[in-house]
Nanobody, 116 residues
């Protein structure tokens, strides 16, 4: 399995950004997909920001709920993260991950910087 996140960049506070993750591997629709982020000062910590399972059910932590939306396109093998009303605290490196029956994979991250 290979994962490639894209879409990061510089955005002003209050703005929006859409990240995308492409998945290469078997049976994308079977995989639970994640978006995590590593924020400045927390280089050893990955914080989950969105999860979407194979049935399309989503989960978000309170810190992003109502602002972030995760979606998947099983025909295109992609999972997107739409981020709105961004704050400087949302800055960090965003990673996508995939999990299925104990298998876990991570891709390279994409940097999001929110300026105040």
């Amino acid at each position: 399995v290979q994962l490639q996140a894209s879409g990061g960049g510089l955005v002003q506070a209050g703005g929006s950004r859409r990240l995308s993750c492409s998945f290469s591997g078997p049976n994308f629709s079977d995989w639970e997909m994640f978006w995590y982020r590593r924020t400045p000062g927390s280089e050893r910590t990955l914080s989950a920001v969105a999860t979407i399972n194979s049935g399309g059910a989503t989960k978000y932590p309170q810190s992003v709920r109502g602002r972030f939306t995760v979606s998947r396109d099983d025909a295109r093998n992609t999972v997107d993260l739409q981020m709105t009303n961004l704050t400087p605290e949302d800055s960090g490196v965003y990673y996508c991950g995939a999990q299925r029956r104990g298998e876990n994979y991570w891709g390279q991250g994409t940097q999001v910087t929110v300026s105040s």
